[in-house]
């Protein structure tokens, strides 16, 4: 969750219902229930209380919000992997490893193959401190 995100206080409000109108499957994890009063964090997802359900962080991929948020980090990267390089088959990595931190500071630009050796990294003893610093190196480097 965006930190700098100021809610309104009809963010907070049950009496009007939720924003998704009772449609929850016409809504994507971004659009709306990340500021709607039935939504509770939890670690890495959402859950909506009044429909109990996990909204996880891949049904917003193919939101309009996410696309734009995407592009604007890889136009940000130059179009190429931070680590190394390569302008095809790129993807946006969330460094926190948090999919519902969608701030600038937490994403970067990574090619298939450096998204995929990243993870595998970070799954070995002490390797996301070594894949962070990594990480952190190439963003400020780029």
């Not at 964090?41 to 109990?52: A, Y």
């Not at 190394?84 to 969330?94: F, R």
């Amino acid at each position: 969750m965006n930190p700098e995100i100021q809610l309104q206080l009809s963010a907070f409000d049950r009496s009007a219902g939720p924003p998704c109108g009772d449609r929850p499957d016409a809504n994507g994890f971004r659009a709306l229930c990340h500021t709607c009063p039935f939504s509770e964090r939890r670690t890495t997802t959402l859950f909506c209380r009044k429909f109990r359900r996990t909204i996880g962080a891949r049904s917003k991929y193919g939101l309009r919000a996410w696309r734009a948020t995407r592009d604007t980090i890889r136009e940000r990267d130059g179009n190429r992997c931070t680590i190394c390089g390569w302008s095809h088959d790129l993807h946006v990595h969330h460094r926190d490893h948090d999919p519902t931190n969608d701030h600038p500071a937490n994403l970067i630009t990574l090619c298939g193959y450096c998204h995929a050796r990243v993870h595998a990294e970070e799954r070995r003893d002490g390797g996301a401190v070594r894949m962070d610093a990594v990480l952190s190196f190439c963003s400020d480097h780029s």
